[in-house]
């Protein structure tokens, strides 16, 4: 029997990824992410979350549209998110009551969705089953579920394998070949080249850098370059204010490491540092409350502000949201707060994420810290994303039959199609996808 693929969601789109995989009578669902500007210029004036319905943020273009798998519902056995960013995992408390399944993730994923559920207030039905890295669990009569640990910008991520009687069908989720990680193991290379010796007839591949020759740095190479840039902040007496992805558990841990070295109190300020960071506590990941002070509301964030001016902003180095810019951000706050003074330093350990809204908003940010004096730095970041060597490797590793792109622009998609023609692929058997599209392998 054939195996039939649903690119339900983010195959003509960043973000809201969602994908559908059927053998005969039975159904995964792997990923089902929120597409995030649209989900925050949406939801951002909402105080009340449990009033937001899911049918409006369906039509905001926020959450996947799931018609194209209307006919499949009943027949899906669980909902597999391949790792904790909210592009891949953030619509599951919001769809997945349309499905009569469990969610299967590693531990860390399973933390970040049960915080959703609470802050969202939101009654959520379905079970949440773990699965370990490198894990596998048997979800239906024809159906296996196996996590192969990889590396990327938040713990526990994986490419997932879908066993059937048809072949199987590895997803890659979001990945990079990262040899040296700061935090958790390398990725599984041996099972990856394993799989290349079974049947693997289709692998859904993300596209982010298919157009960016080379490889992806280590994360230890984004670590020596906060270390530079932390070391020059903590030479001068003023504040240093680092800001980066909440969920990049190591690179907080990098960054704490480096103003404890440095003999600086450790802060933490905002809500998603605080979810993240009690996440990756709660599976022994990381354990940060011990040493460093964690601020998570708004309030408490102004009044830890004021104390900190008190005691002396030199003595601190504090870890903050606002890395994109958002005008409702901690560091953002800092700014209309007047807690900021000139010749502070306010480290961006990130990138910024290339949407119109993100860009203004960075670009409106950093044009007034440099207007009040303070020393900007920009890009101490290396990308979680795999560039087109590791795209190659991974594709020559696990020797698919069929291709599907999926999680990148049209450009990075197009150069990666040539990539794997030039690996001798036909073009019969490369797939690059839109949204709501069927695939029988």
């Given at each position: 029997?054939?195996?039939?693929?649903?690119?339900?969601?983010?195959?003509?789109?960043?973000?809201?990824?969602?994908?559908?995989?059927?053998?005969?009578?039975?159904?995964?669902?792997?990923?089902?992410?929120?597409?995030?500007?649209?989900?925050?210029?949406?939801?951002?004036?909402?105080?009340?979350?449990?009033?937001?319905?899911?049918?409006?943020?369906?039509?905001?273009?926020?959450?996947?549209?799931?018609?194209?798998?209307?006919?499949?519902?009943?027949?899906?056995?669980?909902?597999?998110?391949?790792?904790?960013?909210?592009?891949?995992?953030?619509?599951?408390?919001?769809?997945?009551?349309?499905?009569?399944?469990?969610?299967?993730?590693?531990?860390?994923?399973?933390?970040?969705?049960?915080?959703?559920?609470?802050?969202?207030?939101?009654?959520?039905?379905?079970?949440?089953?773990?699965?370990?890295?490198?894990?596998?669990?048997?979800?239906?009569?024809?159906?296996?579920?196996?996590?192969?640990?990889?590396?990327?910008?938040?713990?526990?991520?994986?490419?997932?394998?879908?066993?059937?009687?048809?072949?199987?069908?590895?997803?890659?989720?979001?990945?990079?070949?990262?040899?040296?990680?700061?935090?958790?193991?390398?990725?599984?290379?041996?099972?990856?080249?394993?799989?290349?010796?079974?049947?693997?007839?289709?692998?859904?591949?993300?596209?982010?850098?298919?157009?960016?020759?080379?490889?992806?740095?280590?994360?230890?190479?984004?670590?020596?370059?906060?270390?530079?840039?932390?070391?020059?902040?903590?030479?001068?007496?003023?504040?240093?204010?680092?800001?980066?992805?909440?969920?990049?558990?190591?690179?907080?841990?990098?960054?704490?490491?480096?103003?404890?070295?440095?003999?600086?109190?450790?802060?933490?300020?905002?809500?998603?540092?605080?979810?993240?960071?009690?996440?990756?506590?709660?599976?022994n990941l990381i354990s940060f409350s011990k040493s460093c002070e964690i601020v998570k509301y708004g309030s408490k964030v102004e009044k830890k502000l004021r104390q900190i001016e008190k005691h002396g902003k030199h003595r601190y180095?504090?870890?903050?949201?606002?890395?994109?810019?958002?005008?409702?951000?901690?560091?953002?706050?800092?700014?209309?707060?007047?807690?900021?003074?000139?010749?502070?330093?306010?480290?961006?350990?990130?990138?910024?994420?290339?949407?119109?809204?993100?860009?203004?908003?960075?670009?409106?940010?950093?044009?007034?810290?440099?207007?009040?004096?303070?020393?900007?730095?920009?890009?101490?970041?290396?990308?979680?994303?795999?560039?087109?060597?590791?795209?190659?490797?991974?594709?020559?590793?696990?020797?698919?039959?069929?291709?599907?792109?999926?999680?990148?622009?049209?450009?990075?998609?197009?150069?990666?199609?040539?990539?794997?023609?030039?690996?001798?692929?036909?073009?019969?058997?490369?797939?690059?996808?839109?949204?709501?599209?069927?695939?029988?392998?």
């Open positions: 029997m054939p195996v039939e693929i649903c690119t339900v969601s983010g195959y003509s789109e960043f973000g809201k990824n969602m994908t559908a995989i059927r053998y005969e009578n039975e159904v995964v669902i792997l990923d089902m992410g929120i597409q995030p500007e649209k989900f925050i210029k949406f939801t951002e004036d909402e105080e009340d979350f449990s009033a937001i319905r899911t049918n409006d943020l369906v039509k905001a273009g926020a959450i996947p549209d799931v018609s194209p798998i209307k006919d499949w519902a009943h027949l899906v056995k669980a909902i597999v998110p391949s790792h904790a960013h909210l592009d891949h995992c953030g619509s599951i408390i919001y769809l997945a009551d349309n499905y009569n399944a469990p969610v299967l993730c590693t531990p860390f994923t399973a933390e970040v969705i049960r915080s959703m559920i609470k802050d969202r207030e939101i009654k959520f039905k379905n079970k949440i089953s773990i699965a370990q890295p490198n894990g596998m669990k048997k979800i239906s009569k024809n159906i296996t579920v196996e996590f192969i640990h990889t590396t990327h910008s938040t713990p526990q991520s994986s490419t997932i394998a879908i066993h059937t009687p048809g072949g199987i069908v590895v997803y890659t989720g979001d990945f990079k070949f990262d040899l040296t990680p700061v935090l958790g193991k390398p990725p599984n290379i041996k099972r990856l080249k394993a799989l290349g010796k079974e049947n693997v007839v289709a692998m859904i591949t993300e596209s982010t850098y298919g157009d960016k020759p080379g490889r992806t740095p280590s994360e230890t190479v984004a670590k020596d370059m906060l270390t530079d840039a932390v070391e020059t902040a903590a030479a001068k007496k003023n504040a240093i204010i680092v800001t980066t992805f909440s969920s990049h558990l190591a690179r907080l841990k990098s960054i704490v490491g480096l103003g404890q070295k440095h003999g600086k109190k450790i802060v933490f300020l905002g809500r998603s540092m605080a979810k993240y960071i009690d996440a990756g506590e709660k599976t180095l504090l870890i903050c949201t606002g890395h994109q810019g958002e005008p409702k951000s901690v560091l953002s706050r800092m700014i209309t707060s007047n807690f900021l003074d000139a010749k502070d330093y306010v480290i961006f350990s990130c990138k910024t994420i290339p949407t119109p809204t993100n860009i203004a908003n960075r670009e409106r940010l950093e044009r007034e810290l440099r207007r009040l004096g303070i020393h900007v730095m920009t890009d101490v970041h290396q990308s979680g994303h795999g560039a087109q060597d590791e795209l190659k490797e991974m594709i020559e590793m696990v020797k698919p039959a069929h291709i599907i792109t999926s999680h990148g622009s049209d450009t990075a998609k197009r150069e990666l199609k040539k990539l794997i023609k030039e690996l001798n692929y036909k073009e019969n058997n490369i797939h690059v996808s839109k949204d709501g599209e069927s695939i029988t392998v």
